[in-house]
């Protein structure tokens, strides 16, 4: 016989178990017992008590059904201590078994957090490197197309310039409209530039950022995320900030801070899992230390 046979064998000497025999009687008698209880039933129902005599006869068959009920529990309840006590058995052996397998996944748990986060850092850092060099293209682009619109305009305001003033030479134009369609000219020409500046910030603003995400494969049963936490470190320093934002004027942020200056942290913590980002959390709420860690 083999280790792990002997102590399976070790452990049912040691489960508590049923005689069969005696389970199968009791219930046989338990069955028997009730046979009455229809009769008893319809006498229940029948029963008047309007009397001191009826009252007595009440309280007699009462009693009666009382002792028949206890009897139930005297044939049963040594059988309930047995299965009680397999289902502790069972219990126990289950909570162990189960710590035992806990302890394995938290050390592998630890390790694939571990990789997740140097992941997410350096998608992070890489996401950030390619947006940066992207956006200064998209800004180099932008900035050159506003100096050639800009070139342009000034461009065809000179040859304006040039034809009217070769126009007028000629006498096909008299000075105060030749002035005139001059202002004309630079006006056109200014508006061109504007045209061209506010096509740079549109430029800009408009700039659509990639997203890198983790090099972490997709694992069944396993939902990667991240949780995010803070808490309270300089109550005193919120309090001012509130304060200063109250006294200025500023009715937004100090209705903000109003919600975190009763040093609730229930609602700290919503406001960091909303915020889901803790180095701009700290910016926003003077006072506290956030953090968060990533979850395999």
């Known amino acids: 016989m083999s280790d792990a046979q002997r102590s399976m064998v070790k452990q049912a000497e040691i489960i508590?178990?049923?005689?069969?025999?005696?389970?199968?009687?009791?219930?046989?008698?338990?069955?028997?017992?009730l046979s009455i209880v229809p009769e008893w039933a319809d006498k229940a129902l029948k029963l008047t008590v309007t009397n001191a005599e009826e009252y007595k006869a009440a309280g007699e068959f009462r009693a009666e059904v009382r002792s028949r009920k206890k009897i139930v529990r005297f044939k049963l309840d040594p059988f309930q201590e047995v299965a009680k006590r397999v289902t502790d058995f069972l219990k126990n052996k289950r909570y162990d078994a189960e710590l035992a397998f806990e302890g394995i996944d938290a050390i592998v748990t630890t390790k694939m957090d571990a990789q997740a986060t140097r992941e997410r850092i350096a998608a992070e850092?890489?996401?950030?490197?390619?947006?940066?060099?992207?956006?200064?293209?998209?800004?180099?682009?932008?900035?050159?197309?506003?100096?050639?619109?800009?070139?342009?305009?000034?461009?065809?305001?000179?040859?304006?310039?040039?034809?009217?003033?070769?126009?007028?030479?000629?006498?096909?134009?008299?000075?105060?409209?030749?002035?005139?369609?001059?202002?004309?000219?630079?006006?056109?020409?200014?508006?061109?530039?504007?045209?061209?500046?506010?096509?740079?910030?549109?430029?800009?603003?408009?700039?659509?950022?990639?997203?890198?995400?983790?090099?972490?494969?997709?694992?069944?049963?396993?939902?990667r995320h991240r949780n995010y936490y803070a808490e309270f470190t300089d109550f005193p320093a919120l309090l001012e900030a509130w304060r200063q934002a109250r006294n200025n004027g500023s009715l937004d942020r100090a209705a903000y801070l109003k919600r975190f200056i009763m040093g609730d942290e229930k609602e700290l913590g919503r406001e960091a899992r909303d915020v889901q980002d803790s180095n701009k959390l700290i910016t926003m709420i003077p006072g506290i230390s956030a953090s968060d860690k990533d979850v395999t």
């Open 16 to 33: 508590p178990s049923v005689d069969q025999h005696s389970l199968s009687l009791a219930l046989s008698e338990l069955q028997d017992g």
């Open 125 to 223: 850092a890489e996401q950030r490197r390619i947006n940066q060099e992207r956006l200064y293209r998209a800004e180099q682009e932008a900035k050159e197309r506003r100096a050639e619109a800009e070139r342009q305009a000034e461009a065809d305001r000179k040859q304006r310039a040039k034809e009217i003033e070769e126009a007028r030479k000629a006498g096909e134009l008299n000075k105060r409209a030749a002035e005139k369609m001059k202002k004309e000219a630079e006006e056109k020409a200014r508006r061109d530039r504007e045209a061209a500046a506010k096509e740079e910030a549109a430029a800009k603003e408009n700039f659509k950022p990639v997203e890198v995400k983790p090099n972490l494969p997709t694992i069944a049963g396993s939902r």
